[in-house]
Every structure is written in C-alpha cells, then in structure tokens.
C-alpha cells in the first residue's frame, strides 16, 4: 500500500481546514440571510403581497438546501480528517487500492479512487434511470 508522506498529509490538512474556515463563512453568511427574511408564523402577516411572500419563501429555501449541502460537506470533511489521523485517508473503501495523491489533493474528502468512483456513479445513474422507467418516465406510450 502506497502511504501518503508527511508533506502529503500537510498538504491535505491544509486544503481541508482553508475549505472548513470557508464552509464556516458560507454558514453565517446563509444564517443572516436568512435572518433578512422573515420567517413564517409570526404573529403578523410578512409584508408585500403574495408574489413577495412566495419570493422570501423562495429565498428561506435556497439558504436552507445551500445550507444542509455545507454542512453534509462538514461532515464529509470531519470523516477526512478522521481517515488522514488513521492513516486511511489514501485507501479506497470499495476495493481497498490506493487513491492517489492527486485525487485527493483535488478532492480532499474522496473515499473512492477514480474507477470505483466511476463504477458507483454509473450504478447510481442505472438505479435512477431504472426507477424512472418504472414509474414510467421517460418511456414511449
């Protein structure tokens, strides 16, 4: 098994923590926007007509779904820094070969080297495109 160098850990640590301070940013910058939007259920009617409220409806929904990306993304980070302190961060969990370097400096979080990641990838879009034609989407009538 191919282990990662002590630069090449550094290295991984650096890009996750300048990813986390700005995930942490990102975060606050949702939170007061959503502050700027008045949330539903107080004791007054929002103010504007109906085109207004549906857009501030609109608006609580984007910061929420950015949100909850950011903090799956969090999460994803906090497993790296877990496998980079056990020394697993460079082992596929699919077939247990090395993930190269070069994989995981451009995509830190990465539990998958490039051909099972294609492999899951492709078996997600069958899945998908399977459970589309049983419902049937995108079949001819």
């Known amino acids: ?3 990662l160098t002590e630069e090449q850990v550094a290295a991984l640590v ?12 990102s975060i606050r910058d949702h939170l007061a926007q959503l502050r ?5 259920g107080h004791d007054s009617t929002p103010p504007g007509d109906i085109v207004d409220q549906a857009d501030a409806g609109l608006q609580r929904d984007e ?9 799956i993304e969090m999460q994803e980070i906090a497993l790296a820094f877990d496998r980079l302190s056990t020394g697993q961060a460079n082992v596929c969990i699919d077939c247990g070969e090395p993930i190269g370097f070069q994989r995981l400096l451009a995509q830190p979080t990465a539990t998958r080297c490039v ?4 492999d899951s990838e492709r078996g997600e879009f069958l899945k998908a495109r399977g459970n589309r034609n ?5 079949t001819a009538r």
């Open 134 to 138: 049983q419902n049937g989407i995108g």
């Open 63 to 71: 910061q929420n779904d950015a949100m909850s990306r950011e903090t």
């Open 115 to 118: 051909a099972c990641q294609d």
């Open 14 to 25: 650096r890009r996750l923590e300048e990813r986390v301070a700005s995930l942490q940013t």
């Open 1 to 3: 098994m191919d282990e």
């Open 36 to 40: 700027d939007v008045s949330a539903p």
